[in-house]
């Protein structure tokens, strides 16, 4: 029987090589890629042609979903079948990894025995519906959890200093609201000092970052995630407002 061949896909290098070790020790299965770098994914498929990519859905300069969409472009050749493996769990995030082609959805921290078992499963035949194994229902996600949730699922990608600025930002209106209201004196004053830059270039990479947000046209998935209209797309916010807006919507959730 021919090996099945396996490329993995994780920023955590500890993670990578743990996989890869593990992998690497079973006698039916051929490592033939390792990558920690998101955009790297599409011409490493090309090249090694795996049977199973194994995929966290966090990754720099391009997410686990863009990803997916790239390889599922009709022109693209190569056509793994997809382990998404990640510590992201969420039915928005499941049902979307669903429509664009994974078979199975592995939630962090998972068991490296199991994780060979569905690359063995799907490597031989089609699974008939994407399964989702790992934490338990009603694990409640982090504050950091929601925010990185919700700026992947806009398509703000995590490699722009917008991302970063974005985030810091909502935290510190978590924990004092009353920050939103002086933004410019000392909302974007903070954030410069914690990342060694000015307030005009946080104020201006936080607006650079909604753009590209806005330029992708995810906004009703995000709406979806919430049952309502969160976000218009002819209505793009201000960096005050999209903070606010972000900033109650998980306040309201860490308060259910």
Known sequence: MDKIRVMLADDN????????DYLSRKENVELVAAVSDG???????????????????????QDGFMTLEKLGEDGFPVK??????????????????????????????????????????IAQAQPQSLAVEGQEEGVRESVDEQ??????????????????????????VLEDHDVINRITKELYPGIARRFDTSAS???????????????????????????YKVFKREDKPTNGEFIALVSDKIAVKKSA
């Open 13 to 20: 290098r500890s993670m990578l090589k743990l996989m890869s």
């Open 39 to 61: 955009l790297e994914i599409p011409g490493a498929v090309l090249e090694s042609a795996p049977d199973v990519l194994v995929m966290d859905i966090i990754m720099p300069r």
């Open 80 to 121: 793994p079948k997809v382990i998404v493996l990640t510590g992201l769990a969420r039915d928005d995030f499941i049902v979307r990894a669903i429509q664009l082609g994974a078979s199975y959805y592995m939630v962090k921290p998972f068991d490296l025995n199991l994780l060979y078992a569905r690359i063995v499963e």
């Open 147 to 172: 925010i990185t949730n919700l700026f992947l699922t806009l398509g703000i990608p995590a490699h722009i200093k917008g991302y970063q600025y974005l985030r810091e930002a909502v935290r510190m």
């Open 201 to 227: 270039k946080v104020e201006r990479a936080m607006r650079h970052a909604i753009e590209v947000a806005w330029a992708r046209g995810r906004l009703e998935t995000v709406n979806q995630m919430y049952g």
